[in-house]
Every structure is written in structure tokens, then in C-alpha cells.
């Protein structure tokens, strides 16, 4: 009898699966996860462990892609007014959100980390009458705020294996440190945490994801390979504004220059060198029908199969914005707001992962690796992880999908939570007590 089998899982997958419920209801956007954080703590300090947040763990210099001042400040009176520990919003203020706990073995051992991402997408959730969360009434409350990815049932994982391994310390060898990252969407969150050097102890490290692939639950890969690196940046086209009608020659036409931007950045050459990606998410213009508009913005991003070809895209894309801007008479700016790189997983790790899996009930398949198809922040960590002398891997835990990621239908497969915190607790026991020989 391993030590796994004294927990009752499905006891735990109806506590994580209310979590889950709990943190999609009130789902908060990247740097505002403030009550989701909260709640996160309180379930911690409940184990008994310490957990560190708001600006000790953060590099404020690397918070990339902060929301306005006004936004900032409405979710966290909003996050107020939602939670019972105010005391720990109030701490997290000014985006400081998620939070590191370690959870120490009996055993000496190597130091392994886990990290699950808690923010939402800006997203409005779909009020069909089929919708589960509408069905069982957890929709989300916050208007163009929704869990479209996963990451509600990311955090739900996180509680469940801090409990497990909480439950099974005398078994466990060394520490774990478990990361509960804001910010992962637009890639903004884990340069803040990373620089601050919170990883570079580990000698393994697990990150994880739902769906992504379309199978049954049960279904899980080891690794994935061609993390798209990627750039988010905004563009802003500063013109000249005139009356339309009785002198636009006064005029500098931001949203002409912007529109014209639009149009050749998504023209830009592609390399032969592997996939690129480019997207232009929004684009805000003018102030009326009659001025010429003076102000245009942007959301930018580009992507590619290597740290290369994405900058390849960028600095195409960057070019394209500022010869636009020009030929109708404005400027441009860019500003910086998030980013990743590509990594490879590494493959004794990997191939421990692939032994460990299918020894847990529960998965019916194992796939070595699977093409990850876009850009994760995990990958900051785990290069960070790599470049002092670690080794780390990202698993995909498969579910059907209703509907892609990032759509208001998007939904997850339940089933998926407790079986994603059995496996991440197995893996944790598997390194830590016969430790891989490089």
C-alpha cells in the first residue's frame, strides 16, 4: 500500500472542485487576483504553512503590463467589498498579488517546485442556459472577467496538493516550494517572481495545464516542446487633431496611421526559419466623427517557434508601426508588457514523469509530449530553474473541450482536478525520494 492510497480522493476532488467553483465565480484579471489570493492564503494558513506575498515576493521593475491606475484601484475595492480578510488584500495592493508557500519534508531531500497559475482572461462568459457554471450558477460575477483557460482549476490543483502533501509529510523528502502565479496571460507574472530568485534552488520543477489538447480525462503528456516565445507590446500613435471639415489638412490622423499598421504588420514576411504568430487583439481610436483622431492604441503580439523568429516579428512589427505613423504625420510609441521565451524540457525528467504516470490511477494514456501550440510564462521559470543546474517539465492534463481556450464557452472537465493533484503529488514524492542521477 503506497502512501497515496490513505487519501481519500474523492473526498479531496469534492473540496477542489468547490474551489474551483469559487475562484470562477469571482474571477479576477492578471495583477487583480486579490480576493483569489485571499482565499488562497486563508486554505494555506489552514495546513499550517507560511506563506509569503504582496511585495516580498515580487520585483516591482519586472510587473510587467499593469493595469490602469483607475482598473487597478476598482478591483481592489471590489476585492474588498468580496472577501473576509481584508487585512491581506490591503497588503497586496498596487498588483502585488499571488503568493509562495513551502511545504517541508520530514526527510532530508532535493528542493522541488510546482507552479500553478490563478488569473482569468478578459473575457465576457457566455449566459447560455447549458453552460455548466450558468447551469449551477457559478458564472462569473465580474463583468469581462472570466476563467476561459483553466487557470481556476490550476489554483484548485494547488490547494489539493499542498493537502495531500501536508497529510503526507513523514513520507516526504525535502521541501516543496508551490507558486500560486498572478499574471500568466500576456505573459506579465513570472518575471516579477523569477527574478527575484525564488526558484533558482530547485532541483526539479513541474508546471502543468488543462486541456490545451482535446481527449478524455485520464489522458496526460509528460512534456511539451515548441512553446511559442512571444512579445506583448502596445502601441500608441500620437497625431495632430483638426475639424474634419474645415481644415483636416491641420491634421495628423492617428487612427489612419494605426488602421495602415494594422494592415501591413499582419503582411509581414514570414521566415523560413519555423512558425511565427502575429496578432493585433484591439485597436482604440478617435474621440468623435468630426475631429481627426489624435490618439490611437494598440494591443500587440507576436510569437514564434524559437526566441528568434519572435524577434524576427517584433522588431518587424515595430518597424511597420513607426514607418505608418510617419507617412501620415505622427509618431508612434511602444511599451513593453509582457513576455516568454521558448525552452525544451528535459528528458530525464521527462522520462521519470512517463514512468510515474503510469503507475497512478486514474490515467489511461501517456503521451511522451505534445505540440503545445502557444506561449506560456512557465517557460521564464523554467529556464531560470535550468540555468542553475535543474531540470524541469511542463505536463498538459488532457480534457474534452466544449469549446476552444479563451472563449466564453470554454469550460472544464471537473474530473481532471483531483486526478492533475494526484499526479503532481506522485511526481513530487518520485524525485524527492530517489533523486535523478544526471
Same mark, same amino acid.
Given at each position: 500500500?503506497?502512501?497515496?492510497?490513505?487519501?481519500? %480522493?474523492?473526498?479531496?476532488?469534492?473540496?477542489?472542485?468547490?474551489?474551483?467553483?469559487?475562484?470562477?465565480?469571482?474571477?479576477?484579471?492578471?495583477?487583480?487576483?486579490?480576493?483569489?489570493?485571499?482565499?488562497?492564503?486563508?486554505?494555506?494558513?489552514?495546513?499550517?504553512?507560511?506563506?509569503?506575498?504582496?511585495?516580498?515576493?515580487?520585483?516591482?521593475? @519586472?510587473?510587467?503590463?499593469?493595469?490602469?491606475?483607475?482598473?487597478?484601484?476598482?478591483?481592489? !475595492?471590489?476585492?474588498?467589498?468580496?472577501?473576509?480578510?481584508?487585512?491581506?488584500?490591503?497588503?497586496? @495592493?498596487?498588483?502585488?498579488?499571488?503568493?509562495?508557500?513551502?511545504?517541508?519534508?520530514?526527510?532530508?531531500?532535493?528542493?522541488?517546485?510546482?507552479?500553478?497559475?490563478?488569473?482569468?482572461?478578459?473575457?465576457?462568459?457566455?449566459?447560455?442556459?447549458?453552460?455548466?457554471?450558468?447551469?449551477?450558477?457559478?458564472?462569473?460575477?465580474?463583468?469581462?472577467?472570466?476563467?476561459?483557460?483553466?487557470?481556476?482549476?490550476?489554483?484548485?490543483?494547488?490547494?489539493?496538493?499542498?493537502?495531500?502533501?501536508?497529510?503526507?509529510?513523514?513520507?516526504?523528502?525535502?521541501?516543496?516550494?508551490?507558486?500560486?502565479?498572478?499574471?500568466?496571460?500576456?505573459?506579465?507574472?513570472?518575471?516579477?517572481?523569477?527574478?527575484?530568485?525564488?526558484?533558482?534552488?530547485?532541483?526539479?520543477?513541474?508546471?502543468?495545464?488543462?486541456?490545451?489538447?482535446?481527449?478524455?480525462?485520464?489522458?496526460?503528456?509528460?512534456?511539451?516542446?515548441?512553446?511559442?516565445?512571444?512579445?506583448?507590446?502596445?502601441? %500608441?500613435?500620437?497625431?495632430?487633431?483638426?475639424?474634419?471639415?474645415?481644415?483636416?489638412?491641420?491634421?495628423?490622423?492617428?487612427?489612419?496611421?494605426?488602421?495602415?499598421?494594422?494592415?501591413?504588420?499582419?503582411?509581414?514576411?514570414?521566415?523560413? !526559419?519555423?512558425?511565427?504568430?502575429?496578432?493585433?487583439?484591439?485597436?482604440?481610436?478617435?474621440?468623435?466623427?468630426?475631429?481627426?483622431?489624435?490618439?490611437?492604441?494598440?494591443?500587440?503580439?507576436?510569437?514564434?517557434?524559437?526566441?528568434?523568429?519572435?524577434?524576427?516579428?517584433?522588431?518587424?512589427? @515595430?518597424?511597420?508601426?513607426?514607418?505608418?505613423?510617419?507617412?501620415?504625420?505622427?509618431?508612434?510609441?511602444?511599451?513593453?508588457?509582457?513576455?516568454?521565451?521558448?525552452?525544451?524540457?528535459?528528458?530525464?525528467?521527462? /522520462?521519470?514523469?512517463?514512468?510515474?504516470?503510469?503507475?497512478?490511477?486514474?490515467?489511461?494514456?501517456?503521451?511522451?509530449?505534445?505540440?503545445?501550440?502557444?506561449?506560456? /510564462?512557465?517557460?521564464?521559470?523554467?529556464?531560470?530553474?535550468?540555468?542553475?543546474?535543474?531540470?524541469?517539465?511542463?505536463?498538459?492534463?488532457?480534457?474534452?473541450?466544449?469549446?476552444?481556450?479563451?472563449?466564453?464557452?470554454?469550460?472544464?472537465?471537473?474530473?481532471?482536478?483531483?486526478?492533475?493533484?494526484?499526479?503532481?503529488?506522485?511526481?513530487?514524492?518520485?524525485?524527492?525520494?530517489?533523486?535523478? !542521477?544526471?
Amino acid at each position: 500500500m503506497s502512501a497515496l492510497d490513505r487519501i481519500d %480522493f474523492e473526498a479531496l476532488g469534492r473540496e477542489l472542485i468547490a474551489f474551483r467553483r469559487d475562484f470562477h465565480k469571482y474571477a479576477e484579471s492578471a495583477w487583480t487576483e486579490y480576493r483569489t489570493t485571499a482565499r488562497i492564503i486563508s486554505e494555506l494558513e489552514k495546513l499550517g504553512l507560511p506563506v509569503k506575498f504582496g511585495p516580498e515576493i515580487h520585483t516591482p521593475e @519586472k510587473m510587467f503590463g499593469l493595469p490602469k491606475p483607475a482598473v487597478m484601484e476598482a478591483c481592489y !475595492q471590489r476585492a474588498l467589498s468580496e472577501t473576509d480578510r481584508p487585512e491581506l488584500v490591503e497588503r497586496m @495592493k498596487g498588483g502585488f498579488t499571488g503568493c509562495i508557500t513551502e511545504i517541508v519534508g520530514a526527510k532530508p531531500g532535493p528542493t522541488v517546485g510546482v507552479r500553478v497559475d490563478i488569473d482569468c482572461n478578459d473575457l465576457e462568459e457566455t449566459d447560455k442556459p447549458e453552460h455548466v457554471p450558468v447551469a449551477e450558477g457559478f458564472r462569473s460575477v465580474h463583468p469581462g472577467c472570466m476563467h476561459g483557460c483553466g487557470h481556476d482549476a490550476h489554483a484548485a490543483i494547488g490547494l489539493g496538493l499542498a493537502k495531500v502533501l501536508c497529510a503526507l509529510r513523514e513520507e516526504l523528502c525535502g521541501k516543496v516550494i508551490l507558486v500560486f502565479q498572478p499574471g500568466e496571460e500576456g505573459l506579465r507574472g513570472a518575471a516579477s517572481l523569477t527574478a527575484r530568485g525564488h526558484f533558482s534552488q530547485c532541483d526539479y520543477f513541474f508546471g502543468g495545464h488543462v486541456g490545451l489538447i482535446s481527449g478524455p480525462v485520464g489522458q496526460v503528456a509528460a512534456s511539451g516542446h515548441d512553446f511559442l516565445a512571444s512579445t506583448k507590446f502596445d502601441v %500608441f500613435i500620437h497625431g495632430v487633431p483638426a475639424h474634419a471639415g474645415a481644415s483636416p489638412e491641420l491634421g495628423c490622423n492617428a487612427l489612419a496611421a494605426a488602421a495602415a499598421a494594422v494592415t501591413n504588420m499582419l503582411a509581414i514576411s514570414r521566415t523560413s !526559419q519555423g512558425a511565427s504568430r502575429i496578432n493585433i487583439g484591439t485597436l482604440n481610436a478617435g474621440t468623435g466623427r468630426n475631429v481627426i483622431p489624435a490618439e490611437a492604441e494598440m494591443r500587440v503580439e507576436t510569437r514564434g517557434k524559437t526566441t528568434a523568429i519572435n524577434e524576427y516579428m517584433e522588431a518587424a512589427a @515595430k518597424r511597420v508601426c513607426e514607418a505608418a505613423a510617419q507617412m501620415y504625420g505622427c509618431t508612434a510609441e511602444t511599451v513593453y508588457m509582457g513576455g516568454a521565451g521558448n525552452v525544451v524540457c528535459d528528458k530525464p525528467l521527462v /522520462d521519470r514523469v512517463i514512468d510515474v504516470l503510469n503507475t497512478v490511477p486514474g490515467v489511461t494514456k501517456v503521451l511522451p509530449d505534445v505540440d503545445f501550440g502557444g506561449g506560456e /510564462d512557465v517557460t521564464t521559470m523554467m529556464a531560470d530553474v535550468q540555468a542553475h543546474g535543474g531540470m524541469a517539465t511542463e505536463l498538459v492534463f488532457c480534457m474534452p473541450l466544449k469549446a476552444p481556450h479563451h472563449n466564453g464557452c470554454f469550460d472544464v472537465d471537473e474530473k481532471v482536478i483531483p486526478l492533475a493533484a494526484r499526479i503532481f503529488t506522485s511526481l513530487v514524492l518520485s524525485v524527492s525520494s530517489d533523486p535523478i !542521477q544526471k
